[in-house]
C-alpha cells in the first residue's frame, strides 16, 4: 500500500531534471523578450531623434524660404557660408507725388501683422529699365493720401483697401527726386540669417535672424551641425562654396540644413542628423 503511494506521489510531481528543463526555458524566453523590448525602446528613440531633426531642418526652411524668395534685384548686401543679409520686402506700392522731401506711397493690401511688426530700413522704386534703386536709411511716416489725387496728379493713384487691411498711403524719405509717380515701390527690412553658437543649445549651432535696423536678435531653431550653411547660384545657377565679389550676380541661395536631435538615442553616441538641400532663386531670377 504504501508503495503505491509513492508512485503515484511521483508521477503527479516533477522531477529535478524537468524542474531545471523548465527553468531553462523560461529564462531564454525571458532574456528574448528583453532584447525585444530593448530594440523597440531603441527603435522608438531612433525616430523620435530623427523627427526631431527633421522638424528643425523644416521649420528652417520655411522661416528663410518665404523672406529669400522676396528678395529682388541687388537685394543680397552681405554674404559668407554660414550668413546671408538681404534686403525683405514687407509691403508694396505706387508712387504718387514728392512733398517735403518725401514722397508718397499708395500701398497694396499686405499681411496686416507682418506689416505692423515691421521696421523699415529703407525702401526702392523701380526706373523704367525695371532696375530697383535703393534709399537706405529712410523712414515711414503716415499720409492722408491727397497727395495721389487732383491737382497733384492728371490721373488719380487710387488707394486701396481689403478684408483686414484699411486703405494706406505713407510718405517715404528721404525722397529720391527722379522717382516718377505711377512708379513700383516697396518697403523692406535688412535680415541677416546666420548659423552661430546656440543659447538655446550650449555647444552646439543655432539660426539666428536678426533686423539690422533694430538690432532685434532671435534664436530661430536649434541645434544644427557645424556642416549647416549657404551656398550661392551664379549666373547659371550653379551653387558656389563662396560668394562672389560682385554680390549682385548671386541669382539665388543654396541652404544646407543639416538639422540634429539635441541628444543622442539610446544606444548610440552620436546625435542624429537630417540633411536638407533646397535651391531658393531671388524675385526676378526665376
Known sequence: MTR??????????????????AM?????????LTQLVISQSRFVALQGALMQARGGARAALNVMAGDLRMVSDSGLVGASPDSVTVRVPYAFGVACTQ???????SLLPADSATYFSATA??????????KF???????????????????????TIAILGAPGWSPLAVAVGPNDVRTPAGSVVYLYQVVRYAFAPSAQVPGRIGLWRTVLSTGQRDELVAP???SAGFQF???????????PADLNTVKGVR????????????????????????????????
Open 24 to 32: 531553462f526555458i523560461a529564462a531564454i524566453i525571458g532574456a528574448s
Open 4 to 21: 503505491r503511494r509513492a508512485a503515484r506521489r511521483g508521477a503527479a510531481g516533477f522531477v529535478l531534471a524537468e524542474l531545471l528543463v
Open 99 to 105: 512733398t517735403s522731401g518725401r514722397t508718397v506711397v
Open 133 to 155: 534703386i535703393f534709399v537706405d536709411p529712410a523712414t515711414v511716416g503716415s499720409s492722408t493720401g491727397t497727395q495721389c489725387g487732383a491737382p497733384y496728379l492728371s490721373k
Open 224 to 226: 544644427f551641425d557645424s
Open 233 to 243: 547660384l551664379d549666373s547659371t545657377f550653379a551653387p558656389q562654396a563662396s560668394p
Open 121 to 130: 530700413s529703407g525702401y526702392a522704386w523701380r526706373d523704367s529699365t525695371g
Open 255 to 286: 541652404l544646407i540644413l543639416v538639422a540634429t536631435s539635441e541628444l543622442p538615442p539610446e544606444g548610440r553616441s552620436e546625435p542624429m542628423q537630417f540633411h536638407l538641400t533646397t535651391d531658393v532663386v531671388f524675385r526676378n531670377h526665376s
